[in-house]
């Protein structure tokens, strides 16, 4: 049975059209495998795909790449993909992460308030929506079992040596685009970051067979 692609919205569809794949270097396309054989390797056997993605205080590089994941599933077509995001500590997700994600097309709605606030981010009329906080990896949101943990920050990949449950531990660390808040480049930098997140994360789902 043949399952129907639910549709992305169109500005971010125009946005993944934007992204070149081509420019990712070799070296970083071999830190990128291990991720995209864990993905095969559970379509191949027709099992669900879990990926949470940590990093330091899941407020900002954690979250784009959980966003991303999802979407570039959908893109594909790849289907009971759920994608997760963690922290070694929680702290909030960062305004301008959800700035970032509007600014691409994707519709990001605070939904509680408070020091820590939930957002419902949603990219295709006919999908769930992303629930976005900031949380430990480890929280019961998460999933306990048979995930894999991508770690996506020197820091967290330092701390966490060991991540319970995870069935493989996948370091893909990228810069932090904290470095450049209060700087007349952070929406750029944020927004550079965001697209590196998407391309990568296009190039590992275009990589998978079904």
Same mark, same amino acid.
């Given at each position: 049975?043949?399952?129907?692609?639910?549709?992305?919205?169109?500005?971010? *569809?125009?946005?993944?059209?934007? #992204? @070149?794949?081509?420019?990712?270097? $070799?070296? !970083?396309?071999?830190? =990128?495998?291990?991720?995209?054989?864990?993905?095969?390797?559970?379509?191949? *056997?027709?099992?669900?795909?879990? #990926? @949470?993605?940590?990093?330091?205080? $899941?407020? !900002?590089?954690?979250? =784009?790449?959980?966003?991303?994941?999802?979407?570039?599933?959908?893109?594909?077509?790849?289907?009971?993909?759920?994608?997760?995001?963690?922290?070694?500590?929680?702290?909030?997700?960062?305004?301008?992460?959800?700035?970032?994600?509007?600014?691409?097309?994707?519709?990001?709605?605070?939904?509680?308030?408070?020091?820590?606030?939930?957002?419902?981010?949603?990219?295709?009329?006919?999908?769930?929506?992303?629930?976005?906080?900031?949380?430990?990896?480890?929280?019961?949101?998460?999933?306990?079992?048979?995930?894999?943990?991508?770690?996506?920050?020197?820091?967290?990949?330092?701390?966490?040596?060991?991540?319970?449950?995870?069935?493989?531990?996948?370091?893909?660390?990228?810069?932090?685009?904290?470095?450049?808040?209060?700087?007349?480049?952070?929406?750029?930098?944020?927004?550079?970051?965001?697209?590196?997140?998407?391309?990568?994360?296009?190039?590992?789902?275009?990589?998978?067979?079904?």
């Amino acid at each position: 049975m043949t399952t129907t692609k639910s549709r992305t919205f169109a500005e971010i *569809q125009n946005v993944i059209n934007t #992204l @070149n794949i081509d420019n990712i270097a $070799n070296d !970083r396309k071999t830190i =990128l495998q291990p991720l995209t054989d864990f993905i095969q390797s559970k379509v191949s *056997q027709d099992q669900d795909i879990r #990926l @949470n993605f940590i990093c330091t205080h $899941n407020s !900002r590089r954690s979250h =784009l790449s959980q966003v991303w994941a999802q979407i570039m599933a959908n893109h594909f077509n790849i289907k009971n993909v759920f994608c997760y995001s963690g922290g070694t500590e929680a702290t909030a997700l960062f305004p301008m992460v959800a700035v970032t994600l509007q600014n691409s097309g994707i519709e990001v709605k605070a939904i509680s308030e408070g020091n820590n606030p939930v957002y419902s981010i949603k990219y295709a009329d006919n999908e769930h929506p992303i629930i976005g906080f900031s949380k430990t990896f480890d929280d019961s949101f998460n999933p306990k079992t048979e995930f894999a943990a991508i770690m996506t920050c020197d820091s967290a990949n330092e701390a966490c040596p060991f991540v319970p449950g995870a069935e493989k531990r996948i370091p893909i660390t990228y810069e932090d685009p904290k470095a450049f808040d209060n700087t007349p480049q952070q929406e750029e930098k944020y927004k550079e970051r965001s697209f590196q997140i998407a391309t990568e994360l296009l190039y590992i789902f275009s990589q998978i067979h079904t």
